[in-house]
């Protein structure tokens, strides 16, 4: 490849970005994010008009409308250091909202498998996003991405749960699974029962990264995830409940592109339902 500006600003005169392949205009404010790139063409299934945008390496990447709002998806890949690639070049382009949508190890007897999980913030168990800020930064969830989430669920009749989550860079021993040989470190012994105890719900890998991201660069963040494993009870069904997870996902982007319009109206930098409908009353 050619035309890029330089080694430190790896984009083209377009904006074409360097490991997206995508450029301004390719997607939407709103982008539902991934891990799996054959996760992104499921996704699109659910929308009215879905077109491919591009793919190289990891990252595949579709946009089109859901409900008549224009919404994207972009695969992440395994991880946060993928994962904030990605958010880097999407912002760089004009994305402002990314929701994870994902699969979760449920830390709680009472989380079953197929359930999803909501996420108000993350455990920074991951290392990327310390390369961007001290390790005291915390890692919250957009507090109108949770609603929306929120929201869609119960329209949807969807179960779940609300709560933190642990992200780790590490999917065998970093979530205290043996390695070969059944290596486990001491100091990863009883990490379970020390996140349970402090009411920590699942684990994945990505979502503290966007978390602390996304607020870094003012932009709004929230994650999906689809429990298909419980270490509680020791359950594992890839594929449960990761089509609610999605259907939740593309419902939220509806409901916060109302949020916004409205909140674009009325001139209010926050909204929450309560205000809407008071000032919807008037």
């Keep these: 490849m050619s035309g890029f500006k330089d080694a430190s600003r790896p984009e083209t005169e377009t904006g074409l970005q360097y490991h997206l392949m995508i450029k301004p205009g390719d997607i939407a404010k709103y982008v ?11 996704i699109a299934r659910f929308w009215d008009l879905a077109w491919h945008v591009a793919s190289h390496r990891e990252y595949v990447t579709y946009s089109g409308y859901y409900k008549g709002v224009f919404i994207s998806a972009t695969s992440t890949g395994i991880g ?20 994870r949508v994902g699969t979760t190890g449920a830390l709680r007897r009472d989380v079953s498998i197929g359930d999803v999980v909501i996420s108000t913030g993350a455990v920074r168990l991951e290392g990327t996003s310390r390369h ?28 779940y749960h609300v709560g933190l989550t642990a992200s780790s860079d590490s999917f065998y021993v970093g979530q205290e699974r043996p390695g070969f ?19 920590v719900l699942n684990f994945e890998m990505e979502a503290s990264l966007i978390f602390t991201l996304a607020n870094i ?29 999605i259907r939740v996902a593309n419902e939220a982007v509806k409901i916060l592109y109302e949020w916004d319009e409205e909140r674009r109206k009325i001139g209010k930098a926050h909204l929450t339902p309560d205000i809407i409908r008071r000032l919807t009353w008037r």
């Excluded at 946060?80 to 909202?97: C, M, N």
């Design 32 to 42: 539902l994010l991934p891990g799996d790139p054959e996760r992104v063409p499921i």
């Design 80 to 99: 946060a250091p993928s994962t904030a690639i990605a958010l880097e070049e999407l912002a760089r382009v004009g994305a402002e909202v990314f929701i």
């Design 132 to 159: 961007y800020v001290m390790p005291e930064y915390p890692a919250v969830a957009s507090y109108d991405v949770v609603l929306a989430l929120i929201d869609a669920a119960e329209s949807l009749g969807v179960r």
């Design 181 to 199: 040989r059944d290596y486990l470190p001491p100091f990863q012994r009883g990490l379970i029962d020390y996140l349970r105890s402090v009411n």
């Design 217 to 245: 660069y003012r932009l709004r963040a929230g994650a999906v995830c689809a429990a298909i494993a419980n270490r509680e009870t020791g359950e594992f069904k890839p594929g449960a409940g990761v089509e609610d997870a």
